[in-house]
């Protein structure tokens, strides 16, 4: 027998965000400044994380995560003055969220301060302004007020509440209405009734098999 208990390797390739970390598992592992945007490999056993370069360039070795959303951060791997360094920044989430409005902001600002680097919160902040993209500015902003007013300034509350808040303000609460929607599918062929009968498909369905066989004869 082996010397050495053999242990599983799972590889994965992934792309250095803009936090300069990449996501395995759930989790999150920083990778030098060097590498940002930039591709690694990932070889990871149950208890330990390797990141390389394409290259086979050893990087780094982090403790596997213990739990969905953990993350490792080495304030070597992260540039004296990261907070300006890409468009992943607190002034960058700041802004998008003055746009939406004031609530937004409080709640981006307090999100923005609750990791012990900025950079782990980058990701809770985008995911907060991307609703926008489905759900209107009122109901963020909405959904955002609520969240102060419970202290329960977080993502996670965003993310379970907003679509209650959206169908409490009708259309309003979309981005798109649905009046819209339903503009785009005016001049469409309706069918009658009798179409869609269980007689009207069996009868179709036996025309469609009589054609192929008759193809198939010929």
Not at 2 to 11: A, T
Not at 120 to 133: A, D, E, S, V
Request: charged letters at 25%; glycine letters at 4%; aromatic letters at 12%.
């Amino acid at each position: 027998l082996p010397s050495m208990h053999y242990e599983y390797m799972e590889r994965k390739t992934a792309k250095v965000s803009s936090d300069f970390h990449v996501r395995f598992d759930n989790a999150y592992y920083s990778v030098d400044k060097a590498f940002l945007h930039k591709k690694v490999s990932i070889k990871a056993s149950s208890t330990v994380v390797r990141i390389y370069s394409l290259a086979g360039e050893f990087l780094c070795e982090w403790p596997k995560a213990t739990r969905k959303g953990q993350w490792s951060t080495n304030p070597e791997h992260l540039p004296d003055n990261y907070k300006g360094f890409s468009q992943w920044n607190g002034p960058y989430f700041i802004q998008k969220a003055q746009l939406i409005g004031k609530n937004t902001e409080t709640v981006i600002r307090t999100i923005l301060k609750s990791r012990p680097y900025e950079v782990q919160t980058y990701r809770m902040c985008l995911g907060i302004l991307n609703f926008t993209k489905k759900y209107s500015n009122k109901t963020l902003e909405e959904c955002c007020k609520q969240a102060i007013a419970l202290n329960k300034q977080k993502y996670t509350f965003i993310k379970n509440t907003i679509s209650v808040v959206a169908d409490d303000l009708g259309e309003a609460g979309y981005r798109h209405s649905t009046s819209a929607k339903k503009e785009s599918v005016r001049g469409g062929y309706v069918m009658p009734p009798e179409a869609s009968s269980i007689d009207t498909l069996l009868s179709r369905s036996k025309a469609l098999a009589d054609q192929m066989r008759e193809e198939v004869d010929e």
